[in-house]
């Protein structure tokens, strides 16, 4: 009991976490090592294209097999539940490391592929469903590439959010790159039953998956692993030497979670975090799980909602194809503006680039509702609707844990990772859904919905401004 209350004295609130000084700090800035990074990084960006590959021809891939387009919403959408349902046995194994989740993930993206590829051979719809959810355990590692690049052992505090812009960077590359290649593979078509339009991204995806695994099993550089419950209790309290110490003065912040504090047992130390939580910092976590499912639902909805409703507007009638080329073009003309982010990341508080990045896919929503009322839809007023949606919500992905990661102790960096990619694939699959059923809901109505949701996050947002500062970088 004494040990605990010795502890309660050392644990600042976290909003001591906001930015209070500018001094220069070496643990702030450290970075993981960079082979591994760059996998963590490679990951992202494969299991993207995953994701996004089969949005271009999976409206016809399940009409032809004997679905509709509410059934290829949810073959876009599903694999995200399955993620997050995965992550219960993956973090209760995973031991805090990285590897582990690395090769579970390379071996489900490659049964997923296949399993997707087959069905056209099998004559299946739901085969391609199967396939979908298989992949789905593979995208729980988008988890831990968020986890990777906030954990505070290898991740400094001021470097959080410059790695979650390279992370944005490889999303809006997987963005772009999967429809385009989903729909070059649809036209050139490979006219038979095993590699074809329908089934090469499956065939292609497994090829490449293979090959990673085996460069990530030579390369890759796992972290230190996490000393035990019992270790810790085991080892020797060093808070009672701070205390005789009568000169020596507690950190304004929490300690890092690589430096050795074993004095309590890991539960009490939770606890006793948990309880200096105030209401306004409760709603700073809801706040920024809003806006990560918000932005993965509407980024979804466009992404699975464009070759539906560019198939049946009469101005356009665009085939699987067309419609991948205009979602990644409309994702690469993004690119300058998130390699600017990059840069902006490191001098601009993770509270201004949200604000900015919300402000910016409002506009785009807004403008899309107007265009649809007034009957002016055409390639270019349609293409500016998904380039601001785009850049604006991919925008203000980047902020979302590494604000909250700023602000809570070190040991939070598991379940706030968890939390926020929870919501990111809650926002996935109900988007995908959504998204399949633009057009029979009515077009304005799935705009419309999409705007609500924005302004519930901006009263969040406004209410809890001054909360949401932190350190830049």
């Not at 809006?172 to 790159?177: I, L, P, T, Y």
């Not at 039953?193 to 293979?210: L, V």
């Not at 001098?347 to 509702?369: P, S, V």
Request: glycine share 8%; proline share 4%; charged share 10%.
């Amino acid at each position: 009991m004494t040990d605990l209350k010795l502890l309660l004295n050392q644990i600042n609130p976290f909003s001591s976490r906001h930015e209070t000084s500018d001094d220069y700090n070496e643990e702030e800035f450290k970075l993981p090592n960079m082979t591994s990074l760059v996998i963590m990084l490679v990951m992202n960006f494969l299991l993207q294209i995953s994701f996004f590959i089969v949005i271009s021809s999976s409206s016809k891939y399940t009409e032809y097999l004997g679905g509709n387009a509410t059934f290829s919403g949810i073959v876009i959408g599903i694999p995200t539940a399955f993620a997050g349902l995965s992550l219960i046995p993956l973090t209760k194994y995973d031991k805090g490391m990285y590897k582990m989740p690395l090769h579970v993930s390379c071996c489900f993206s490659i049964l997923g592929h296949v399993a997707y590829a087959l069905a056209f051979r099998a004559d299946f719809l739901y085969l391609i469903l199967i396939g979908r959810c298989l992949t789905g355990v593979a995208f729980s590692m988008f988890m831990y590439c968020k986890r990777y690049c906030t954990d505070p052992r290898i991740v400094g505090i001021r470097r959080r959010t410059t790695l979650g812009s390279w992370m944005v960077i490889c999303q809006a590359m997987g963005m772009s790159f999967g429809p385009f290649l989903g729909g070059v593979l649809y036209k050139v078509g490979f006219s038979n039953s095993i590699f074809n339009g329908y089934t090469s991204p499956g065939w292609i995806m497994t090829g490449i998956y293979a090959g990673f695994w085996v460069l990530m099993t030579i390369y890759f550089e796992d972290i230190p692993q996490l000393p035990t419950t019992k270790e810790l209790q085991s080892a020797s309290p060093i808070v009672s030497l701070q205390v005789k110490g009568e000169d020596t003065e507690a950190s304004p912040d929490y300690p890092s979670a690589s430096t050795t504090h074993p004095a309590s047992p890991i539960d009490e130390s939770f606890r006793a975090q948990l309880s200096l939580i105030t209401w306004f910092q409760w709603g700073v976590i809801a706040c920024m799980s809003w806006f990560s499912m918000l932005c993965f639902f509407i980024l979804g909805s466009w992404e699975a909602n464009l070759p539906v409703f560019s198939a049946a507007a009469e101005n356009f009638h665009w085939s699987p194809f067309a419609a991948g080329n205009f979602i990644a073009l409309g994702v690469i003309s993004c690119f300058p503006f998130l390699l600017l982010n990059l840069l902006a990341a490191r001098h601009i508080q993770d509270r201004k680039l949200l604000a900015f990045g919300t402000i910016i896919g409002l506009a785009g929503l807004i403008i899309f509702l107007s265009i649809l009322r007034t009957g002016k839809v055409n390639y270019g007023s349609l293409f500016a609707c998904w380039w601001t949606v785009a850049l604006g919500f991919n925008l203000a992905t980047t902020v979302t844990l590494s604000l909250l990661s700023k602000q809570l102790p070190p040991e939070w960096n598991g379940p706030t990772s968890i939390l926020i990619q929870c919501s990111n694939f809650t926002g996935r699959v109900t988007g995908a859904i959504w998204g399949g059923s633009g057009v029979s809901v009515g077009m304005s109505n799935f705009v419309g919905l999409e705007i609500a949701m924005v302004g519930i996050g901006a009263v969040f947002f406004t209410a809890l401004w001054r909360d949401l500062k932190t350190k830049t970088g």
